[in-house]
T-cell receptor
Framework: EPEVTQTPSHQVTQMGQEVILRCVPI?????FYWYRQILGQKVEFLVS????????KSEIFDDQFSVERPDGSNFTLKIRSTKLEDSAMYFC????????????????FGNGTRLTVT | GQNIDQPTEMTATEGAIVQINCTYQ??????LFWYQQHAGEAPTFLSY??LDGLEEKGRFSSFLSRSKGYSYLLLKELQMKDSASYLC??????????WGAGTKLIIKP
């Protein structure tokens, strides 16, 4: 079964540094998402991406965050200047081969990148 | 506004049946999902309901009542590996997923 893959699985960085988290969504999916989950807390939506642009973003997704689809397969999340409170598990997800399928298409999650900011 | 609620934690015995409830309020609704999440891992899809009624999938079943804003996940013949958090999430009118905080299910032998 096709999978969403994320790299790295664990990233340790110092406060103020930039990090790029990488994701390869399922190849025929058109909708891409980033979520984060702080340890012991609920899954939080960051951003959704469709047709090479952001379709929705949450209040968490401020100017420090950006997403990019640099080629036909990768989908990246950049945090420009990390803060201690950015430490979390970051999940990439993809869904839906077509817009018509969006209503009935579950999100498929990658295994996540655990980001630790020291 | 939008709201979704599920119990924080439940305990059940191996081999038994457990029902995890989820209630929600929203003006736009495009279906409800249940996900399983083991500690430190990604959520994995379990079920999707958009029409009222029961959807059965092996040991797991999910029920939806749109008029009551209510869903439940029913797990039968519980196994130790079913110990996990169970997340309910509804899809709003923009197809955005609104997540519950998850129910941590503890299975005892």
């Amino acid at each position: 079964e096709p999978e969403v893959t994320q790299t790295p699985s664990h990233q340790v960085t110092q406060m103020g540094q930039e990090v790029i988290l990488r994701c390869v969504p399922i190849s025929n999916h058109l909708y891409f998402y980033w979520y984060r989950q702080i340890l012991g807390q609920k899954v939080e939506f960051l951003v959704s991406f469709y047709n090479n642009e952001i379709s929705e973003k949450s209040e968490i997704f401020d100017d420090q965050f950006s997403v990019e689809r640099p080629d036909g397969s990768n989908f990246t999340l950049k945090i420009r200047s990390t803060k201690l409170e950015d430490s979390a598990m970051y999940f990439c997800a993809s869904s839906a081969g077509t817009q018509a399928e969006l209503a009935n298409s579950p999100l498929h999650f990658g295994n996540g990148t655990r980001l630790t900011v020291t | 506004g939008q709201n979704i609620d599920q119990p924080t934690e439940m305990t059940a015995t191996e081999g038994a049946i457990v029902q995890i409830n989820c209630t929600y309020q929203t003006s736009g609704f495009n279906g409800l999902f249940w996900y399983q999440q083991h500690a430190g891992e990604a959520p994995t899809f379990l079920s999707y309901n958009v029409l009222d009624g029961l959807e059965e999938k092996g040991r797991f079943s999910s029920f939806l009542s749109r008029s009551k804003g209510y869903s439940y996940l029913l797990l039968k013949e519980l196994q130790m590996k079913d110990s996990a958090s169970y997340l309910c999430a509804f899809q709003d009118s923009n197809y955005q997923l609104i997540w519950g905080a998850g129910t941590k299910l503890i299975i005892k032998p």
